[in-house]
């Protein structure tokens, strides 16, 4: 019996593997990265050995799990769950790696192989090279043959090029054919490297509009294996799964049989042993393998929830070479599940990652007591989203007794999620799940990037955000220490009568708490100029957004709900955020305040509002939507003037691995001038006009932060 489990990964996969564990009473140990020295998992599992070269030092963890004397390593997700030689290194040092044997790893988790070893069982694969290249010029005559022979074939819908180690929907680019093929192929084979630790590329030919449909394996390694049913998986942007499911959307019996006896038929022919995944595309009635992933996957939960099994209990079990302890009949599918992944990024900014500390976090919590409702945390409050890791959040995962309802939890899931101190993509999520085409489940894999445009376009956004944001914006700069001393309003005893606070009219307006001037305040890129008046007799706010004028009254709501006057509310913001400047940190950045208030307006409308304020952003959750809004700083202001003047800056924060150009020389508008990393994503940086490059201010392996300086373009 296994005693004692290194747990070789990170984030909410780590988390969810050690509850499993503790609950069957084995022992767990994890590793981290000297990035990763405080974060959840290290804190949840309580015991954890540093690996100074991270989650893919192969050495680092077996010689973390000799230390922590573990007799067993589980990969879990992505970094070298997928590594045959990590799966001999752990066998070799004695101990039991939790997955297939080295043998069916290396014939598997490489694509290549593994569409070698499907094609001698006559299961339909995708058109493509037979095996994978780390050459740039082989993988260019690929692409020039699959593209001619598609052409021939009147069937050219397109090329992409695969990570042969990749993994997680990672390492997939859909290539334009008529733009700079080698960068392109350049690019990709950087990505992989850096993702996957093998830079290997598969040529593919790409069908557009099909559905991702998975069967969940389970083999016991001894030639006999059961499925678990499938998960729709069609949901994807740039092939990263979004929404998950299961079962499949309309998925007509023949087709589901087909599917599951073609993954079992992979399983037996190669006596597969642990949990594992058989990916499809499903073009009308026609399918296509995919690819083998021999490991758990991230939306597993999907398929527990309806079948209602701990798959990492099976797994465990069948490491530990017990025989499978379930049989084929009794798996039945009960509901629906449906899992949504949060991310930390901007989603009007191009999905970029989104670094920075979570301030505060609540994901269905109200709805806890409703069950059916379960989230996997990856951080918690005070937590770091860095740029060296996937940017994943939570996973949220509703199981309804049927498809519709279940969409309906998990939006009502998503919509009161509080999430305060990075960008995250909880708006787009709602936006998605309230899609009619998603609602009916008329979807394939290309839906999310046909409509991203419209999906991600920014509504208008009610005026009583900016009322809203600025007000509190305005009560925490009555904190800082200079206007305390300079305001006779900022002191923490004051009435609420002043000369002259009567209601104003619009032209009266003027700004009375800050000697900054107006505000300009930012929201989804939209700029509004704000402008208050004192608070009036009955504790009343006025403010102008730009010619709208609101009125409002600000009560603090505590843990209990109950409610404190409006001069509390002030003076407690005002204390908080005096203490807050105390503790500005070297950088002087300020922590974030995060808090909830009643916001009263004049119409009658009370809203409870949660939210966060650190230096210029200022978050806010409502019943009736979610903004982050930004003070527009001197220094932003800079920048928006700067960019058509040819300066090139850092869209997120994140080590530059190309930098393609030097002082003086000649660039043409779009030209490539640097590539950023970050989450294992690369951004471009493109010359914003034609000229010459006349200062250069990044050279490969530096870290940068966001809206750092990059290179000057002198324009013609």
């Known amino acids: 019996m296994i005693k004692k489990i290194l747990i070789a990964n990170r984030g909410e996969i780590a988390c969810r593997i050690h509850r499993t564990c503790e609950r069957m009473g084995i022992a767990t140990a994890t590793v981290h990265d000297p990035a990763d020295r405080a974060a959840l998992h290290v804190r949840t599992i309580g015991e954890s050995i540093v ?78 090279s037979e095996q994978g290249s780390s050459d740039a ?107 998950e499911e299961s079962p499949a959307i309309a998925l007509n019996p023949a087709l589901r049989d087909k599917l599951t006896s073609a993954a079992i038929e992979i399983a037996k022919a190669c006596e597969y042993r642990s949990l594992g995944t058989v990916e499809f595309l499903v073009k009308d009635d026609a399918f296509f393998f995919l690819e083998l992933n021999p490991r758990l996957q991230v939306e597993h939960p999907v398929t527990e929830a309806v079948t209602g099994f701990d798959l990492v209990e099976l797994q465990l079990r069948t490491a530990d070479a017990e025989a499978l302890s379930v049989e084929q009949q009794n798996i039945k599918i009960s509901g629906h599940a449906l899992e949504a992944r949060v991310y930390a990024e901007n989603v009007s900014d191009g999905f970029t990652p989104s670094c920075g500390i979570v301030d505060q976090i609540d994901i269905a919590s109200d709805l806890a007591h409703a069950g059916g409702v379960r989230v996997d945390y990856g951080v918690s409050a005070g937590d770091e989203i860095s740029p060296f890791f996937d940017p994943m959040i939570a996973k949220v995962i509703c199981h309804e007794k049927d498809r519709e309802q279940a969409l309906i939890v998990l939006d009502t899931a998503i919509r009161s999620a509080v999430v305060q101190g990075v960008d995250t993509n909880l708006a787009f999520l709602s936006k998605l799940l309230n899609e009619p085409r998603v609602i009916d489940g008329d979807i394939d894999n290309s839906f999310i990037d046909k409509e991203l445009e419209r999906l991600t376009l920014a509504e208008e956004v ?238 490969e392996g530096d870290m940068i932060e966001r809206h750092s300086f990059v290179a000057e373009v002198k324009g013609e």
């Not at 192969?58 to 973390?64: C, N």
């Not at 260019?140 to 042969?164: Q, R």
């Not at 004049?602 to 230096?615: C, F, P």
């Open 462 to 699: 009610d005026t009583r955000f900016y009322a809203i944001a600025g007000i509190i914006r305005l009560l925490s700069d009555r904190g800082n220490n200079d206007s305390h001393q300079i305001d006779p309003w900022s002191r923490e005893r004051f009435t609420n009568w002043r000369m002259g606070g009567n209601r104003l009219d619009n032209a009266s307006l003027v700004t009375t708490f800050t000697t900054k001037g107006p505000y300009v305040i930012s929201i989804g890129g939209v700029e509004k100029t704000l402008r208050f008046s004192s608070m009036d007799n009955a504790g009343e706010f006025q403010v102008l957004v730009d010619e709208e004028l609101h009125s409002l009254t600000v009560t603090s709501t505590n843990s209990t709900g109950a409610n404190l006057t409006t001069t509390s509310e002030t003076s407690a913001i005002n204390r908080s955020m005096r203490q807050l400047d105390a503790q500005r940190n070297e950088s002087g950045e300020r922590p974030t305040l995060s808090a909830s208030c009643l916001v009263g307006f004049s119409d009658e409308l009370t809203l409870r509002t949660n939210y966060g304020v650190s230096d210029n952003k200022i978050e806010l959750q409502t019943s009736i939507g979610s903004v982050t809004a930004n003070l527009i700083s001197s220094l932003e202001k800079k920048l928006q003037n700067s960019s058509n003047k040819g300066t090139v800056t850092a869209p997120v924060m994140g080590q530059v691995v190309k930098v393609n150009v030097s002082v003086g020389d000649k660039v043409k508008n779009g030209d490539l001038i640097a590539v950023q990393e970050s989450m294992k994503m690369e951004l471009s940086m493109l010359a914003p006009c034609d000229g010459v490059i006349v200062s250069l201010n990044c050279q």
């Open 137 to 243: 010029a082989v993988i260019e005559v690929w692409v020039a043959e699959l593209v001619k022979d598609l052409a021939d074939k009147d069937n050219l819908t397109g090329v992409m090029l695969k990570a042969t180690a990749g993994g997680g929907g990672r390492g997939i680019r859909v290539l334009d054919l008529a733009g700079d093929l080698p960068l392109q192929i350049e690019s990709a084979m950087r990505e992989a490297k850096n993702a996957f630790g093998v830079p290997d590329l598969l040529v593919e030919q790409y069908v557009p509009a099909a559905r991702h449909i998975e069967v969940q394996l389970l083999g016991d390694g001894k030639g006999n294996a059961l499925h678990f049913f499938e998960r729709e998986c069609s949901l994807q942007r740039r092939h990263q799964k979004v929404i």
């Open 51 to 128: 690996s100074k070269q991270g989650y893919l030092d192969i050495e680092a963890i077996v010689e973390a799990a000799k230390k922590t004397q573990a007799d067993a390593i589980h990969p879990g997700i992505g970094f070298l769950s997928e590594n045959p030689d990590f799966v001999k290194a752990v066998e070799q040092a004695g101990m039991i790696f939790i997955g297939p044997n080295a043998e069916t790893m290396s014939r598997f988790a490489d694509k290549a192989s593994a569409k070698a070893e499907v094609r001698k069982l006559n299961i339909p694969i995708i058109k493509g």
